[in-house]
């Protein structure tokens, strides 16, 4: 069985390089001139290339580069730049970076390109780079040892979740394989292992050996790279960190920022993310804040107005009308036909789907195939799929709210397993459920910030995006496991206030698994805190009798000597003496001071609690006992 799948590993592997082989022969003969090409073997600056745009541009930023391009020093560590992906922007934005950081450091530059990129060895040439290093497609020999490498570090294993952890010299190469196979397969989870996930696996364990014979042979500083997920990216992006290599990754397209990673803990750090002290720096230092501030809103209504929110301006295509006016327009390929974005708004959703007005607007964004795993490794759910399977098994029974399922405009580009069931689910619940249905794809998404109410994403660019306009949105990414201590939880939630320069006087936690509380004890609790001065306050219960720690015992001989004298004594147990314990956390407050080290500490106060407000949810018995009492919470 194993040398079956390893040689229908390596048919699959072959079948797929000879498609890429006719896809790239398909390109050269449409875009590339023969003889000039045969010149540029020789003379690697000649630009074979038919299309005259390109061609201008790479001539004029020859002579752009060339007026302003400085001397370095040779024995000095290189900076490597990467185009790994079949993108312009992105090698262009790499160049731009590279070019910029050979000028502060006085470092040369070196290149990384797949074998055959004509086009990105173009444009890194225009920015002054000669010396490349191509990285190769396996060949036969090498499948067939990557494809063996790939079975024995899998070792029987068919559990994805014990496969997504497993690493590779340090390297996350269970995760980054896995995403690679979502990604580039289009199947959004995996159940069991498949030769295509084989295959991904021997790709990254390829991958992690090459960059790390490239990095031992080359003195480099710095590395370049436009993306940081996905096999090859996420592997030279990992060797990189993990040998002290600085790395300068861009985030956007015509227009950029760039993030720096220093090690290897950062490597699932999002790179449009920057820290609130580089914020406090520039905003401090900024003399022209309301300069920026007027740009800004400029710029988001100038967004606003084209009807273009999200991704809907890099999706679809920008128009002008007859009267000079620019308006979204997409195009369903299955019909061939196009279609005008338009604008509605939270009176013609409701009447339009016969709504109650009275409830509340969710939006439910959702994505499979790209970018799995922003944050690293999730906690509840494997991939997106299995998130979003979990929430379409139970909105359908949420008839509170009025639900919109959204699908990502990326979807259209990357498409999904046809095996997937997503489609059906979408079209099940929009006919046979009144309170769930599609977002239409001929709506603007801007009208969605007319609309929501609430936005639920997974881990989506949507939970900065909407609170921006004042719309809730809510992460399902928990952000600590079960064992994690409930300090140190509290602990980094209030880090973002610190932060901000705002110091609470203290934090209450109010449990969840205690929804009987009522607000006047909490408003008591509050109270009896700040009266008395107290560092930390829990609420307590009081103990059952034949809980009394007289009548606990560990063994039948304790028993005999303790309990059985109590008896004997026929002592009434309602007359012993009354015993309280904590109560699971119906209310936790606790100075800021105390909180460093423990959730309650210091100066203690207790506040006696009863029933039914004591009750803690620990169980399924706990929930139905909840159930039957009929309080209003």
């Known amino acids: 069985m194993f040398y079956l799948k390893l040689f229908t590993c390596i048919l699959i592997q072959l079948k797929k390089e000879l498609k890429r082989k006719i896809s790239y022969l398909e390109f050269f003969i449409k875009n590339i001139n023969i003889f000039k090409f045969l010149i540029f073997k020789i003379d690697r600056n000649t630009n074979p ?61 070196v290149s990384i390109i797949r074998a055959g990129d004509i086009k990105s060895e173009l444009i890194f040439r225009s920015f002054g780079v000669r010396k490349f290093f191509y990285y190769k497609n396996q060949n036969f020999l090498e499948k067939a040892v990557y494809c063996y490498k790939a079975l024995k ?77 996905f096999v090859p990216l996420s592997c030279l992006f990992q060797k990189a960190l993990q040998n002290k290599i600085e790395v300068f990754s861009r985030f956007g397209k015509e227009k950029f920022t760039v993030r720096k990673y220093t090690n290897l803990k950062q490597c699932f750090s999002e790179r449009g993310r920057i820290s609130q002290k580089l914020f406090d720096i520039i905003y401090k230092n900024n003399k022209n804040k309301n300069k920026a501030l007027r740009i800004s809103n400029k710029i988001q209504s100038q967004k606003l107005k084209t009807k273009s929110f999200g991704m809907d301006i890099t999706m679809y295509k920008l128009k002008k009308n007859s009267s000079g006016k620019k308006t979204l327009e997409i195009i369903d390929k299955d019909k061939n036909k196009i279609f005008k974005k338009i604008d509605v708004n939270k009176k013609m959703i409701k009447r339009n789907f016969e709504w109650n007005n009275k409830k509340i607007v969710v939006f439910f964004l959702s994505y499979l195939i790209d970018g799995n795993f922003p944050f690293g490794y999730r906690k509840n759910f494997r991939d997106t799929y299995s998130w979003i399977d979990f929430m379409f098994s139970h909105i359908p029974n949420i008839k509170n709210v009025n639900w919109i399922i959204k699908d990502h405009p990326i979807t259209k580009v990357y498409g999904q397993d046809p095996k997937i069931d997503f489609e059906k689910k979408i079209k099940f619940m929009d006919q046979n459920f009144h309170h769930i249905k599609r977002w239409p794809k001929n709506f603007s998404n801007k009208s969605i910030l007319d609309i929501a109410d609430i936005v639920i994403t997974s881990s989506g660019t949507a939970g900065i995006e909407y609170p921006a306009y004042g719309i809730t949105s809510i992460f399902t990414e928990i952000i600590s496991k079960d064992k994690t201590p409930m300090y140190k939880v509290v602990k980094d939630m209030t880090q973002h206030y610190i932060k901000n320069n705002y110091i609470p006087y203290a934090v209450a936690i109010l449990q969840p698994t205690s929804p009987l509380r009522k607000l006047s004890t909490i408003n008591k609790a509050c109270q009896i805190f700040l009266k008395k001065k107290y560092d930390s306050l829990t609420t307590i219960e009081e103990i059952k009798h034949n809980h009394n720690p007289d009548y606990i015992f560990k063994n039948r001989g304790e028993f005999k000597k303790k309990v059985f004298e109590k008896l004997k004594k026929k002592k009434n147990r309602q007359n012993e003496k009354v015993f309280f314990g904590l109560d699971g956390g119906v209310i936790f407050l606790t100075k800021m001071a105390v909180l460093n080290n423990y959730l309650i500490g210091g100066n203690v106060g207790f506040l006696k609690v009863a029933m039914p407000e004591s009750i803690d949810i620990d169980n399924i018995n706990d929930l139905k006992i909840c159930r039957k009492l009929d309080i209003k919470i």
């Open 153 to 229: 570090f899998l070792k029987h294993k068919n559990d994805i979740n014990t496969i997504i952890n497993l690493k590779y010299n340090q390297i996350n190469l269970g995760l980054t394989a896995y995403d690679s196979y979502i990604r580039y397969v289009g199947n959004p989870t995996l159940n069991k292992v498949n030769l295509e996930f084989i295959i991904s696996i021997s790709e990254a364990l390829y991958a992690c050996d090459y960059f790390e014979n490239l990095i031992k042979k080359n003195n480099f500083s710095k590395l370049v790279q436009s993306e940081t997920s």
């Open 49 to 109: 290339f038919y299309s005259k745009k390109f061609r201008q541009y790479i001539d004029h930023n020859k002579k752009k580069i060339k007026k302003i391009e400085c001397n370095t020093d040779k024995n000095k560590k290189l900076i490597l730049v990467e185009s790994f992906i079949n993108q312009s922007a992105y090698t262009l934005s790499n160049g731009i970076i590279s070019f910029y950081l050979k000028e502060i450091f006085k470092e040369n530059i």
